[in-house]
């Protein structure tokens, strides 16, 4: 499933195209995706202008000169294609390289821009967990969708006194309350087991543990609140780099498979200088958890 990471490259991938065209007309080519779409939904969206390309946990938010955002999300295998007069391109590049069948292409934007270069975004998803809705531009935060999302990863206002605030009653081990999507949004398995072996924190501690009832914020939570900006800073940084290729070439780079520390790298030594221990996996909550039992305390 894309991550967080995953969605801010396709973002930026697209608004070079998306931002300030006008959308000619919308080829819907199926009833629904994960869910129907609504009523009207390429009437709506013929003629209008996009002002910018936004981005909310994992959902990009296209806002139209109108009271109306797209609301768009990839769930497990979607992925936007752009075809312009001279050549295609997939923004982004995927733990799971995406499909490119297109077969499996259910939406076609057709835009152009002010000096009538036009283009085509193509949303293609071979299993059809992705999904299109609109929301109203000065509603949007309270959309259902979004109304109970936590606090973005990204930016600075995710500090060490926040975290603290938010972990310091919580009971379930540290993993699942990072993954818990109404503390902080938009933060995936991949991710968590990243920040988690950056800040040498075990997985399996309670996540209470870090935080302190009486102070505003201890050593651990600052240093876990940096972790996970600079692991998702870093992974979106990566993915700027692979879009620069992928708009010269359309290949397969993959580079999530090739920066993991911990993710996927089960029996193979730690990456931290100095650790020498080795990856284990184990399940919680029914997803796999990567770390490394010689560092992470
Ligand atoms: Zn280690």
């Not at 139209?64 to 992925?79: A, F, N, R, T």
């Not at 299993?127 to 600075?156: A, Q, V, W, Y």
């Amino acid at each position: 499933m894309p991550e967080l990471p995953e969605v801010e490259t396709v973002r930026r991938g697209l608004s070079p195209v998306m931002e300030g065209a006008t959308i000619v007309s919308v080829e819907q080519r199926r009833a629904d995706l994960r869910f129907p779409f609504p009523d009207g939904f390429a009437e709506k969206l013929a003629g209008r202008r996009i002002m910018s390309l936004g981005r909310r946990a994992k959902y990009l938010l296209v806002h139209l000169d109108i009271d109306l955002v797209l609301i768009c999300h990839l769930g497990m295998s979607g992925s936007f294609r752009v075809e312009e007069a001279d050549a295609g391109h997939v923004p982004g590049s995927f733990h799971h390289e995406r499909s490119k069948d297109t077969l499996h292409d259910h939406v076609v934007f057709h835009l152009k821009d002010d000096r009538t270069r036009s283009a085509r975004v193509i949303f293609n998803d071979p299993r059809r967990f992705g999904f299109m809705l609109f929301g109203g531009r000065d509603c949007l935060e309270s959309h259902p969708l979004l109304s109970g999302l936590g606090i973005e990863p990204t930016g600075n206002a995710l500090d060490g006194a926040l975290l603290n605030t938010l972990l310091r009653e919580r009971r379930a081990p540290l993993k699942a309350a990072l993954l818990d999507q109404r503390l902080i949004a938009g933060l995936g398995n991949i991710y968590v087991c990243e920040a988690l072996w950056r800040a040498g924190l075990s997985p399996r501690r309670r996540a209470g543990s870090i935080a302190s009832t009486r102070r505003p914020s201890t050593p651990r939570t600052e240093l876990l609140a940096r972790s996970i900006r600079e692991t998702i800073a870093d992974a979106i940084a990566a993915g700027g780099s692979s879009l620069r290729d992928y708009v010269q070439a359309d290949g397969s780079l993959g580079y999530f498979q090739h920066s993991f520390s911990v993710y996927d790298r089960e029996g193979q030594p730690c990456r931290k200088s100095g650790c020498g221990g080795t990856v284990e996996r184990i399940v919680q909550s029914g997803r796999s958890t990567f770390y490394c039992p010689a560092c992470q305390r």
